[in-house]
């Protein structure tokens, strides 16, 4: 098995709001990867005394341990059980009910011994998942809900705001527990997987942005030279572009499992 991961902050003047990790129990059963992209607020309130990374730091944590402890639970039910517990750690400091309190993208990925085990995925939000199977075909899960607001709605904080975790608009993880039964979830034969590569937008700008390849190109490139080599090759293109709508550097973060 090989695990690669790799992340770099958009920025240096902001702490880096990604977060990943990966799973591997000692018992053998398999293991399973994490992948949060902490959602940047707009300048101003946002009900919380804590942050965006820090909020990152604990759903992460959380969805890591009950995706390598608890096999009896779905991906969704650990994802509602552990935004649920991440907005019990600080429900008494700050107003979850804020539209911007500290909220998430998500992949998780989790996947059996092989033969006869399953690779579970679930994403919400914005992030990618490649799943490449054993015959080299790759196929992206993503939640595009977003994708389809129309952009000048997308300009506009408030209007972002009422269609951010409401029906018609997109979900995210926040401190709502409701939001993991939106997310986008299936399973496929881990003897038919050969590898995933999970990705921040902010890594997945080499497709969808900036246009360099396809997805089976992207998980090639990370398969040759790691993931550090798509986040330098996507600092590289948005250090030479003339114009980079959005953020220039974003936070980017990508972690590949060869199983």
Not at 80 to 99: G, M, Q, V, W, Y
Not at 189 to 213: C, I, N
Request: with cysteine.
């Amino acid at each position: 098995m090989r695990i690669e991961q790799a992340t770099a902050p958009g920025t240096a003047a902001r702490p880096n709001e990604d977060w990943t990790s990966v799973v591997l129990p000692a018992a053998g059963e398999g293991g399973a990867l994490v992948l949060l992209d902490g959602v940047t607020p707009p300048e101003g309130d946002d009900g919380c005394v804590h942050g965006v990374p820090w909020f990152t730091a604990r759903l992460g944590g959380t969805l890591a341990e009950l995706c390598g402890s608890r096999r009896d639970m779905t991906l969704t039910e650990i994802l509602a059980e552990s935004i649920a517990f991440t907005a019990a750690k600080h429900r008494d400091t700050c107003e979850l009910s804020h539209p911007r309190t500290p909220q998430a993208t998500v992949v998780v990925a989790r996947w059996g011994a092989a033969p006869g085990g399953v690779v579970e995925h679930l994403v919400l939000s914005d992030s990618t998942l490649l799943v490449e199977g054993r015959d080299g075909r790759v196929r992206a899960v993503v939640d595009d809900r977003l994708d389809h607001i129309p952009a000048e709605v997308k300009r506009s904080v408030a209007s972002t705001d009422a269609l951010r975790n409401a029906e018609g608009g997109f979900f995210t993880a926040a401190a709502d527990p409701s939001a993991a039964a939106k997310a986008v979830t299936g399973s496929t034969p881990a003897a038919e997987v050969r590898s995933l590569l999970a990705m921040t937008d902010g890594a997945a700008r080499w497709v969808e942005k900036f246009e360099q390849g396809g997805w089976a190109e992207c998980l090639a490139l990370v398969r040759e030279g790691g993931p550090q080599s798509l986040i330098d090759r996507v600092r590289a293109l948005e250090t030479d572009a003339r114009q980079v709508r959005g953020k220039r550097h974003d936070d980017a973060t990508a972690t590949y499992a060869e199983l």
